[in-house]
C-alpha cells in the first residue's frame, strides 16, 4: 500500500526533467489549447449555476460565483498566454506562468471538490447529487489527461476535487453513496497512473523534438560554416547579401563586398604542407576578424579566398579597411615556426553604384579582385565600369573562340625574313589573325591567352600549322615557313602528331618548316620539356628560340638545348643606333651565334640605320617594317614569285607610306 501511495502521489520523479529547455515546453503544453480550456470553464459555470438555481442555497449560489470566476479568470490568463507565444514562438518568464497555471488549476479544483462536498451535506435533491459529483469526477478526468505534461498538477486537481466530493458521499451515510465514496477515492490512483503514462508519451515526444531540433540545428550550421576557420561560408554570406538588398538594404546609404585572395598561398601549401596551409588560413580568418571588427560580417568563400561584407560602408571608408588588410599582410604571418612572406589581393565593390543586386555587386567585387591580381598583387582595387566592359569583351572572345575555326573566322598573315647580305627572302613567319563577326580584328596578343584558359590552344594551332603548310608547299624550296609555338601546347604532348599530319596532308618537307619557342617554356620544365623538344627535332623540323634575351638563364637554355636559330629581340634593336650597351649586346649575340652554328634573326627592324648595324654585328636575318609588313598569303606568294629583295621591299614599302601620308 505504501508502495502504490508512493507511486500514485511521487509525480513520476524517474522521470523528472532537469532540462530547462523541456520544461518550458512542458509549460508550453499548459496552454496549448485554449479552446478545451474554455470549454471545461464553460462547462463548469453552467453546471455550477443549475446547481445553485435548483438548490436555492445560498452557500451553493456562493460557491457556484467563485467557480464562475476563478473559471473566467483562467481563461483569460490561458488566451494572453497563447497570443504571447503564437508572437514569440517561445513561453518568456515560463516559471511564473507555470505558477500561475499550477495555482488557478489548483483553486479551481478544490472549488468544484467545495461544491460538491456542499452540495451532498446541505441538501437532498438527488438531482443536485448527481450533478455535482459528475462535474467534480469529470473534471478528474479530464484534467488527469490534459495536465499529464505536469502528473503532480494533474495528481493534485484529482484529489482535490474527488477528495472532498467522496468525502461528502460517506458523511451522507446509506450504502450506496459510501460505495461510491470509495470508488471515487480508488479511481485516483487510476488516473494518476493514467496522467504517468501520458506523461511518458508527451515527454517522449519533446525528447524526440528537442533532439531533432538540436541535430537541424546542428546541419544547419555545418551548412552555414566553413569546419576550418569557423567563418561563415559562402552560402551564409550569400544569403545575407540578398537579404539585406531584399529587406533592410534601404536603410543603409551604401553597402561594401570586399574580395580577398592570398597571393603565393597555393606555393606555401604545396612545399610546406597542407597543416601549415590549414594552420595559416585559420591565422588569416582570426586577424581578418582583428582588422574588420564590428565593420563587417567575414567568411570563406574557399580555398584561399575570404569574402568581407561592410554594410552602411561608402567608397572611402571600403578603401580604407581594404588597404588596413593589404598593410597588415604585407608585414608577413607567423605560422608555428614559420614567418610566411603572404600577401593579400582586395578587390572591392560598393553598391549601390556598383551593382543592383547581390549577385552583380559580388560579381563585380570578383573583377576587381581580378584585376589586382593581374597587377602583381598586394594591393587592393575598386571596381570600375570599364573592368566590366573588359570582362563583357574577353567573355565575348572565349565564346568567339569555341566557333572561329569552324566559321572559318581565323586567317594566316606572313612576314617575310631577308637575308642579311643577299637580301632575299629566306623565311616567312605566319602570324595569326582574327577577324571577330562583330569585334573586328582581334589582336592574338589578346586572343591567344584566353585560347590557353580555355584549352582551346591546341586546335587552334593545329589549324594554323596546317594551313600554313599547305599554303608554304607552292612556295620555292629554299625559302623556309616559320611558326609560334605557344607553350600550353609543347606541354600537352599532342605537338608531334600535329605536326606530322600537317606535314603529311600539306606535302610540305620538315626541313623547311621551323617552330618558334620562347624561354617561357622552361619556367616549368621538366623532363617532358626536353623529350618534347627531342621528338620535334627527331622529325627532321628546325627550332629556333624566339625573343632571345628577354628571359632567364638564356646561355644554359643554348648550352643544354640545341636550337638552330635565335631571334634577337626588337627591344635590342630599336636602340641599336643610339646605345653603345645595346650594339655590344646584339656584336656579342653575333659572335655567339657564329661559334655555335646558328642562325640568328634580328627582328623589329624599322630603319636604314638599324639594318646596318645588323649587317656590320654578322646577323644573318633581319626582319621588319623597314621591308615588309606582316601581309596576306596571296601578297607573300606574288613577292616569292617575283623574288623580291630587301632593296625592293624598301622601297616597295616607301611608296606605300607615301601613299598613306598623301
Known amino acids: 500500500m505504501r508502495r502504490l501511495l508512493l507511486k ?36 463548469g459555470i453552467v453546471l455550477s449555476a443549475a446547481i445553485a438555481h435548483v438548490s436555492r442555497d445560498s452557500y451553493l449560489i456562493g460557491c457556484a460565483l467563485l467557480l464562475s470566476l476563478i473559471a473566467v479568470v483562467r481563461v483569460v490568463s490561458g488566451l494572453i ?113 493514467s496522467a504517468r503514462t501520458t506523461h511518458g508519451i508527451v515527454m517522449q515526444a519533446l525528447r524526440t523534438k528537442q533532439q531533432k531540433t538540436r ?12 569546419s576550418l576557420t569557423g567563418l561563415e561560408n559562402r552560402m551564409a554570406i550569400q544569403m545575407r547579401l540578398r537579404d539585406m538588398f531584399q529587406g533592410n538594404y534601404r536603410n543603409y546609404d551604401a553597402m561594401a563586398i570586399l574580395w580577398l585572395d592570398l597571393d603565393r598561398f597555393k606555393e606555401i601549401n604545396d612545399t610546406l604542407g597542407h597543416v601549415v596551409g590549414d594552420t595559416l588560413l585559420c591565422t588569416v580568418a582570426q586577424r581578418l576578424g582583428e582588422l574588420v571588427g564590428a565593420r563587417g560580417y567575414i567568411s ?8 568581407i561584407l561592410c554594410p552602411d560602408t561608402n567608397r572611402f571608408t571600403a578603401q580604407k579597411i581594404a588597404n588596413e588588410i593589404v598593410e597588415d599582410f604585407s608585414q608577413g604571418v607567423q605560422v608555428s615556426d614559420h614567418l610566411l612572406q603572404v600577401t593579400a589581393s582586395v578587390g572591392l565593390a560598393v553598391g549601390p553604384q556598383d551593382g543592383r543586386d ?29 573592368m566590366k566592359e573588359r570582362f563583357h569583351r574577353a567573355h565575348e572572345i572565349e565564346t568567339g573562340l569555341r566557333r572561329a575555326i569552324e566559321n572559318d573566322e581565323l586567317l594566316l598573315h606572313f612576314q617575310p625574313i631577308f637575308d642579311a647580305h643577299s637580301g632575299r627572302i629566306k623565311i616567312c613567319e605566319a602570324l595569326l589573325r582574327w577577324d571577330h563577326p562583330t569585334l573586328g580584328r582581334v589582336s592574338p ?32 624550296e629554299d625559302v623556309r615557313l616559320a611558326v609560334n609555338i605557344s607553350p600550353s601546347s609543347l606541354h600537352s604532348g599532342e605537338l608531334p602528331r600535329i605536326v606530322i599530319a600537317a606535314l603529311m596532308q600539306s606535302g610540305f618537307t620538315a626541313k623547311r618548316l621551323e617552330l618558334e619557342v620562347t624561354e617561357s617554356i622552361f619556367l616549368h620544365g621538366d623532363g ?30 643554348l648550352r643544354d638545348y640545341h636550337f638552330d636559330g635565335i631571334k634577337i629581340d626588337r627591344c635590342f634593336m630599336s636602340g641599336i643606333v643610339t646605345s653603345r650597351t645595346d650594339q655590344a649586346i646584339v656584336e656579342a649575340v653575333g659572335h655567339l651565334a657564329a661559334s655555335l652554328d646558328m642562325e640568328i634573326v634580328a627582328e623589329g627592324i624599322e630603319t636604314a640605320e638599324e639594318l646596318k648595324y645588323a649587317r656590320d654585328a654578322g646577323i644573318h636575318n633581319v626582319q621588319g617594317f623597314l621591308m615588309s609588313r606582316p601581309q596576306p598569303a596571296s601578297v607573300v606568294g606574288d613577292m616569292l614569285r617575283r623574288g623580291v629583295t630587301i632593296g625592293d621591299a624598301m622601297t616597295l614599302r616607301l611608296r606605300e607610306q607615301t601613299a598613306m601620308r598623301a
Not at 524517474?14 to 478545451?36: C, F, H, I, K, W
Not at 620539356?529 to 638563364?553: C, E, K, N, P, W
Open 8 to 43: 500514485t502521489f511521487s509525480g513520476g520523479s524517474g522521470q523528472t526533467v532537469q532540462d530547462a529547455e523541456l520544461r518550458r515546453a512542458l509549460v508550453e503544453t499548459l496552454y496549448t489549447s485554449p479552446v478545451s480550456l474554455a470549454t471545461g470553464a464553460l462547462a
Open 215 to 226: 541535430l537541424a540545428t546542428k546541419f544547419e550550421k555545418l551548412a552555414s560554416y566553413d
Open 81 to 193: 498566454f497563447f497570443r504571447r507565444l503564437e508572437k514569440t514562438q517561445r513561453a518568456h518568464s515560463y516559471r511564473r506562468w507555470a505558477t500561475t497555471y499550477e495555482a488557478g488549476a489548483a483553486i479551481y479544483a478544490g472549488s468544484l471538490g467545495l461544491l460538491a462536498f456542499t452540495s451532498l451535506i446541505r441538501t437532498h435533491d438527488h438531482t443536485v447529487h448527481l450533478i455535482s459529483v459528475s462535474l467534480a469526477m469529470t473534471y478528474a478526468a479530464a484534467a488527469a489527461g490534459r495536465n499529464a505534461g505536469r502528473v503532480k498538477l494533474a495528481v493534485a486537481q484529482s484529489c482535490l476535487s474527488i477528495l472532498p466530493s467522496a468525502a461528502g458521499l460517506w458523511l451522507v451515510g446509506d450504502f450506496s453513496h459510501r460505495i461510491l465514496a470509495l470508488a471515487m477515492v480508488g479511481s485516483i490512483f487510476g488516473l494518476a497512473d
Open 528 to 557: 617532358q620539356t626536353h623529350q618534347m623538344l627531342q621528338a620535334l627535332r627527331q622529325i627532321g623540323l628546325r627550332l629556333v628560340l624566339d625573343d632571345f634575351g628577354t628571359g632567364y638563364s638564356s646561355l644554359g637554355y
Open 445 to 476: 596578343a589578346e586572343f591567344v591567352p584566353i585560347a590557353e584558359s580555355i584549352n582551346m590552344i591546341g586546335p587552334i594551332t593545329e589549324w594554323v600549322i596546317g594551313k600554313a603548310c599547305t599554303i608554304a608547299a607552292d612556295w620555292p
Open 358 to 386: 547581390a549577385e552583380e555587386l559580388i560579381q563585380h567585387a570578383d573583377l576587381a579582385l581580378c584585376e589586382a591580381k593581374s597587377k602583381g598583387g598586394n594591393r587592393s582595387v575598386s571596381f570600375n565600369w570599364t
Open 300 to 307: 570563406r568563400f574557399g580555398g584561399d579566398e575570404f569574402v
